[in-house]
């Protein structure tokens, strides 16, 4: 058997082999820590039923502990350079099946049904790419994929604001986007020494499970998530400055919005780092039918 990929030595090896540099511009940053990655898939507690969805394989470290603790692994890979590599990599696994992609441009959806039809659990596990850690995500969660949840690593600033209670500084329009659709928990803190090359920011594992309900029904998705990004378009403004500055209208329709904050019980004076996912459920019921 060959030693595992991520080690300095071996992911070495392999680059050199290949005459791989790496392309900052698709946040490549290889785990070279075995350790770190027993640990992140042991937070995804896989059994040998569980499928396993991975964003961006890279060498491989990660998908071979997958290929290890899964029944398949199906990975989206944007750099065609890395495609040989893999097929080398992990060729003693017959249970990764690797596409070649964009996976914001992917349909998700479809490959989840073609090579995971039947599965009692599926997982998305990742090293992602920090550029676009975010969209990633988003996109996962708000196209209501028959996922368990997510496991992924990414800038701890990022992973802060995500998991992110109301009442502190990165409580903000990203914490309840996620939050809304999952419950959220950092895992791990991950030091910049078991990267190659390592990152200029510091990394955490985040744990998402995904809400059996919603943490709020809410009569129009799409306009709480309006409500809420409004709501912090700039921090230090009131809610109500922040509404009548954002909404359509808003300036004309002040009266409205005072209504709907009475209505859902929210002080006007308060600022949107204060509220929580329920209060800006009923917030945004209340203004939907004046402003949708
Ligand atoms: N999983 C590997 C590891 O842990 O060592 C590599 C992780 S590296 C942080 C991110 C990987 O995502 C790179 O392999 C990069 O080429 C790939 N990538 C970047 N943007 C992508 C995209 N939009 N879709 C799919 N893969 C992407």
Not at 59 to 64: F, H, K, N, V, Y
Not at 69 to 91: G, N
Not at 117 to 140: E, S
Not at 268 to 275: I, V
């Amino acid at each position: 058997m060959n030693k595992d990929i991520a080690t300095p030595v071996r992911t070495k090896e392999i680059l050199k082999k290949y005459g791989f540099s790496f392309k900052k511009s698709l946040g490549q940053n290889f785990l070279i820590d075995t350790n770190i990655l027993k640990r992140i898939v042991d937070h995804a507690n896989l059994t040998e039923e569980s499928g396993a969805i991975e964003i961006g394989p890279g060498i491989g470290a990660l998908t071979e502990q997958l290929a290890k603790s899964s029944k398949k692994v199906a990975a989206f890979e944007i750099d065609q350079r890395l495609l040989p590599i893999l097929s080398d990599t992990l060729s003693p696994y017959d249970n990764v099946n690797i596409i070649h992609g964009d996976v914001l441009k992917a349909d998700v959806k479809r490959v989840v049904e073609e090579e995971f039809a039947g599965f009692p659990d599926l997982m998305v596990v990742a090293n992602l790419p920090y550029y676009v850690t975010t969209p990633i995500i988003l996109k996962l969660l708000s196209e209501n994929l028959p996922i368990r949840g997510i496991v992924c690593m990414l800038q701890k600033e990022v992973a802060d604001r995500i998991a992110a209670k109301p009442g502190t500084k990165e409580y903000g329009s990203l914490s309840i986007a996620i939050q809304y659709y999952t419950e959220a928990e950092t895992v791990m803190i991950v030091p910049k020494t078991v990267f190659m090359p390592q990152p200029n920011v510091d990394s955490a594992v985040i744990r998402l499970t995904k809400r059996v309900k919603p943490i709020v029904e809410v009569l129009d998705e799409d306009f709480f998530f309006v409500v809420t990004r409004a709501s912090f378009a700039q921090r230090r403004k009131t809610i109500l400055n922040n509404l009548t500055s954002q909404l359509q209208d808003g300036k004309t329709k002040k009266e409205l919005i005072l209504a709907a904050l009475e209505a859902s019980g929210v002080e006007p004076s308060r600022r949107g780092e204060t509220l929580s996912i329920e209060e800006f459920g009923r917030l945004s019921d209340a203004l939907l039918p004046n402003f949708k």
